[in-house]
């Protein structure tokens, strides 16, 4: 396998992980709104606070991935 068909890979890999963690995440709030709309504040401080991570770390992800493309 050549190092940019496993770069490929590990790059999707690990973005998939964080959309994946999006989605559930997500349904999750959805689920839980529906349950009690009351905790509504609660909940979405939440969600935002942990999409912010999940987000923060694709990009981490991403940043990696590209400096090992353009090495040598």
Same mark, same amino acid.
């Given at each position: $396998?050549?190092?940019?068909?496993?770069?490929?890979?590990?790059?999707? @890999?690990?973005? #998939? =992980?964080?959309c #994946?963690?999006?989605?559930?995440?997500?349904?999750?709030?959805?689920n839980? #709104? =529906?349950?009690?709309?009351?905790?509504?504040?609660?909940?979405?401080?939440? $969600?935002?606070?942990? @999409?912010?991570?999940?987000?923060?770390?694709?990009?981490?992800? $991403? #940043?990696?991935?590209?400096?090992?493309?353009?090495?040598?």
């Amino acid at each position: $396998m050549s190092r940019n068909a496993a770069l490929l890979i590990i790059f999707g @890999l690990c973005i #998939l =992980g964080p959309c #994946l963690v999006f989605a559930a995440a997500i349904y999750a709030s959805i689920n839980a #709104l =529906g349950r009690n709309p009351s905790s509504a504040p609660k909940i979405f401080t939440a $969600m935002i606070i942990g @999409l912010v991570f999940v987000e923060a770390l694709a990009i981490i992800v $991403m #940043l990696i991935v590209f400096q090992l493309f353009s090495r040598t």
